[in-house]
């Protein structure tokens, strides 16, 4: 069973580039003007580093 697992909800998203490299996307939160949602990203060697730099950014680390 290969299928990804299945984040919750504002855990943001983690893929692998096409440089090999592993990028984590998250929403912070929504811009006061427009309404939109914010995304940011976190960029690592590991899918491992991403997950962990990806947690400590949601959490505002």
């Known amino acids: 069973d290969t299928m990804p697992k299945k984040r919750a909800n504002g855990e943001g998203s983690i893929r692998k580039r096409k440089d090999g490299r592993w990028e984590g996307r998250y929403t912070a939160g929504?811009?006061?003007?427009?309404?939109?949602?914010?995304?940011?990203?976190?960029l690592a060697k590991t899918q491992?580093?991403?997950?962990?730099?990806?947690?400590q950014a949601i959490r505002g680390g």
């Not at 006061?32 to 949602?37: F, L, M, N, V």
């Not at 491992?48 to 947690?55: D, I």
């Open 30 to 42: 929504n811009d006061p003007t427009t309404g939109k949602p914010i995304h940011k990203s976190v």
């Open 48 to 55: 491992a580093e991403a997950k962990e730099k990806l947690k």
